[in-house]
Structures are given as structure tokens and as C-alpha cells.
């Protein structure tokens, strides 16, 4: 008797348990989709309507090892804000609006699609992966694994399929909806990548035959850093560049091994003025533009041309140079807008950049 009472006892608290995780469930999605129609919240961001929009099938494929169609009943929905500009046919802002988006996080969708990495033997590290996303019109954008899944703030990019207005109180603005689901991007100033009607995504991991790797290679040095663009050195950078465009920035630095680093601050010229001397600011650049940096020992990382140049949270990425280093030096990166230090890449000797799933020609 006292056997059957414990063993119910134990299906009481199951029940009660999964009672309330499947309340704290269905609590996340009411307040992603809550809507205040009589001023009963703080929030400015409730206050329309939300539309639903169409939802394509989509896949995710590539260097995974169970690729297939996402099952989008077992992810939580999440709610963003997002001022939407891009650039018109003369390269200049154009506003397009300001919308609440709800939909699924692309971190939350890739998170069971199993990584295969095609170098995984020769290079572990995923810092190298990068995500292309492709719609129902053949359009492309890229976004790096460390957009994904090493920010500061996770969930920046989602999958929208619902949306509404953030209506200005005075101006009673009443931006045009979108038709169609939206991959968006919460982090960028224009918003160039906010494809509509995504249907596929494929995890890519960057391949480059010109960088050797050398494990454990001692010391880790280079002089000086050479920038390629198309299989060409368009700028080289030394102890003697110059460097009087330098931000200080203070961090926590963290690393997903070791754990804290050091609390003191980092100095470097953002690599957004970097950028700004490689290539020209356009919507190619924002959506597939690639910018590849490697050490003196083939260690590499990646990241999109957006995070570096295109970014609304100031979250600079710093390129630093110390000429008193004589291993590990002179040259390394500080990706302030990383939780993790590990594309804190060191002993800098090239950075790649392209473009459009090619070379990009030198402008």
C-alpha cells in the first residue's frame, strides 16, 4: 500500500510538473503574440495588430548531417523591433518603416540540424561556418555562425511570419505591411539582408587551398597584414600605418574554453574603416560580402561584411595593433559584439574579402 501511494504521489508531481512547463510554454508564445488593444502594458511595441504572413516550406541543407524541412511546431516563437531602411537605386537611405516582427530565431532553427563540417579534420574550429539564405526568387544572403550563435544578445535574427505597425503617436504613420514572410535582422543599420520568402539555408564552411595550416606553430608572427581582394594585395597594413582613427572600448573578455580573460579595455581601429578603404558600400556588399581573417598559422574566422560595416548597437569589431609583440602579435582582432572570445583571431597576416559567392572585382 505505502508503494502505491508513492508511486502516486510521483505521478501527481509529473503531472503537475509538465502541468506547468506547458503553461510557462504556451506563457512565452501569448507574449510573443500579445496584442494590448486598451493600454493594459507599458510596452510601446503592442499596440497593432499582428498579421500573419504566408510561410513557405523551408530547408536547411549543406554542411549538416540531417538536412531536411524545419519543423517549426517545435520552436518557440520570439518578438523583435525593427526600423527597416535600405538603399535606393542612387545608394542612398530609404526608410521603409518600423515594424514588431514575431516569428522563430535562426539560432533556435539550426539547433538540431547536426553540424558535418566538410574540413572538420583539418580545422575544428567553427568559427569558419557561415549560413547563405535563399528565397523563392534566387536571392542570396549570407550571415556568419558568429552572428548566430556567439552574440552578445541571441535570438537577433528570426524568421518573421507575423508582423505590425509601430505607429509614431503624432505622425500616425502607417507604414506598409509586408506580404511575405521575412528573414530579419535585428542588429543591421540597413536592413539589405531582410530577404523576403526564404526557402532555403544552407551551413557552408569557408574553403580557401591558399591557407596552410600549421598546428602549434611558435612564434605566431607577422609584421604586417595584406588585404586581398580577387587575388590581389589592394592594402597592406604595419606598425607604421596609421592608426589615429583608434576607439577604445571597454569588455569583459570571455572565452567558451578558459573562461575570463581579462576586464581591461581594448584600442583599435574599427574594422568598419577597415572596410571602408576595401570596397565599396552597396546592397552586394551587405547581403553576400565576406570577410576572411587569417593567422600566421591558417587559424582563420569569418565574418559578413554587414557585422563589420553595417551594424545599429555600436558593437565594433577592433583591429589591434601592438609593435612590441613578438609572439602572438602585432596583430589581432577584439569582436566586442561576440559573448566569446574565440574570433579573437591573433598574429593577423591576411584578410580575405569577396563577394557574391565570388571574388569580388576591386572598386
Known amino acids: 500500500m505505502k ?9 501527481g508531481f509529473a503531472i503537475v510538473f509538465a502541468f506547468q512547463s506547458c503553461n510557462a510554454q504556451n506563457q512565452s508564445i501569448n507574449t510573443a503574440l500579445y496584442v494590448d488593444n486598451e ?47 535600405i538603399l535606393d537605386e542612387n545608394g542612398e537611405d ?22 558535418d563540417k566538410a574540413n572538420a579534420e583539418a580545422f ?34 528570426i524568421f518573421a511570419t507575423g508582423v505590425s505597425r509601430i505607429v509614431p503617436d503624432k505622425s500616425k504613420d502607417m507604414w506598409t505591411l509586408p506580404v511575405e514572410s521575412k528573414m530579419v535582422f535585428v542588429n543591421d543599420l540597413i536592413t539589405a539582408r531582410n530577404i523576403s520568402n526564404p526557402v532555403k539555408i ?18 605566431l608572427f607577422s609584421p604586417d597584414i595584406n588585404i586581398i581582394v580577387a587575388g590581389k594585395t589592394v592594402k597592406s597594413y604595419n606598425a607604421e600605418s596609421d592608426f589615429s582613427k583608434s576607439e577604445t572600448l571597454h569588455t569583459v573578455f570571455y572565452g567558451k574554453g578558459r573562461g575570463l580573460h581579462s576586464t581591461k579595455p581594448f584600442t583599435g581601429l574599427s574594422m568598419k574603416e577597415v572596410m571602408s578603404n576595401i570596397t565599396v558600400f552597396n546592397t552586394i556588399s551587405l547581403q553576400t560580402g565576406l570577410v576572411i581573417v587569417v593567422a600566421d598559422d591558417g587559424y582563420r574566422t569569418v565574418f559578413t561584411f554587414s557585422e563589420l560595416s553595417n551594424r545599429n548597437d555600436q558593437s565594433d569589431v577592433l583591429l589591434l595593433c601592438d609593435p612590441t609583440l613578438t609572439d602572438n602579435g602585432i596583430f589581432k582582432l577584439f569582436p566586442s559584439c561576440d559573448f566569446f572570445s574565440d574570433r579573437a583571431i591573433k598574429g593577423i597576416n591576411r584578410i580575405y574579402f569577396i563577394s557574391n559567392n565570388k571574388i569580388q572585382d576591386y572598386e
Open 39 to 85: 493600454n493594459k502594458t507599458n510596452s510601446f511595441f503592442d499596440n497593432t495588430e499582428i498579421v500573419n504572413l504566408p510561410v513557405s516550406k523551408l530547408f536547411v541543407d549543406g554542411e549538416v548531417s540531417n538536412p531536411g524541412e524545419v519543423d517549426f511546431s517545435k520552436l518557440q516563437l520570439r518578438d523583435v523591433i525593427v526600423k527597416e531602411t
Open 202 to 219: 544552407t551551413v557552408k564552411s569557408y574553403a580557401n587551398d591558399e591557407i596552410e595550416i600549421i598546428k602549434g606553430k611558435k612564434p
Open 124 to 157: 575544428p574550429p567553427l568559427i569558419d561556418l557561415y549560413v547563405e539564405i535563399e528565397n523563392d526568387k534566387g536571392e542570396k544572403v549570407v550571415v556568419s555562425w558568429g552572428e548566430i550563435y556567439y552574440p552578445n544578445s541571441m535570438h537577433e535574427i
Open 94 to 115: 530609404k526608410f521603409v518603416g518600423a515594424y514588431r516582427y514575431v516569428g522563430y530565431s535562426l539560432a533556435d532553427i539550426l539547433n538540431t540540424f547536426i553540424l
Open 3 to 11: 508503494k502505491m501511494k508513492n508511486l502516486a504521489m510521483v505521478i
